[in-house]
T-cell receptor
């Protein structure tokens, strides 16, 4: 079990659907992250929130919309996705300290049909 | 381009043997981290080595860092079947303009046969 909880574990959505991925941590971490991982590839950074403010957007298409309602929660809103967006979406958190590791959730396996 | 490149891409060994994975990177770094990922699961942090450290141990893990060669190695001693997983190095770029930007290597798939 991890200290970063992601829901749902699996999600199947059509290209016209709107859905949201949720992430929660109660470790007091002030940095939270979204990564995308395709099969047999390394995780790729999408977004970083620091103190609930978006600090990094890695040129992610606008059909992905992140939100950080408070210091414990991170959402990723999905709309009009493409089949190539199917992947494992990983949330992570860390203290805002350059020499602290990331704590990952177990991810949401997203399939876009 | 990927900051971290790892070799080998895949490694198959018998239980009890040692496993060594290597990682190379391109820029100056604050630290280098190693993570393990079991199939379809999240990543688990194994060990972090700072740029001013040369070697670090944690249980059966030994990590070395050579900043002059921009390379690191992860040694797992006395491997177990439960060590079967993908292993990734990740670098935190020094002087980067963006805090928290970890870049992962391509990973090594380790299979330990009972």
């Amino acid at each position: 079990d991890t200290e970063v909880t992601q829901t749902p574990k699996h999600l199947v959505m059509g290209m016209t659907n709107k859905k949201s991925l949720k992430c929660e941590q109660h470790m007091g971490h002030r940095a939270m992250y979204w990564y995308k991982q395709k099969a047999k590839k390394p995780p790729e950074l999408m977004f970083v929130y620091s103190y609930e403010k978006l600090s990094i957007n890695e040129s992610v298409p606008s059909r992905f919309s992140p939100e950080c309602p408070n210091s414990s929660l991170l959402n990723l809103h999905l709309h009009a996705l493409q089949p190539e967006d199917s992947a494992l979406y990983l949330c992570a958190s860390s203290p805002r300290d350059p020499n602290s590791p990331l704590h990952f959730g177990n991810g949401t396996r997203l399939t876009v049909t | 381009s990927q900051q971290g490149e790892e070799d080998p891409q895949a490694l198959s060994i018998q239980e009890g043997e040692n496993a060594t994975m290597n990682c190379s990177y391109k820029t100056s770094i604050n630290n280098l981290q190693w993570y393990r990922q079991n199939s379809g699961r999240g990543l688990v942090h194994l060990i972090l080595i700072r740029s001013n450290e040369r070697e670090k141990h944690s249980g059966r893990l030994r990590v070395t860092l050579d900043t002059s060669k921009k390379s690191s190695s992860l040694l797992i001693t006395a491997s177990r079947a439960a060590d079967t997983a993908s292993y990734f190095c990740a670098t935190d770029e020094q002087g980067g303009t963006s805090y928290g930007k970890l870049t992962f290597g391509q990973g090594t798939i380790l299979t330990v046969h009972p």
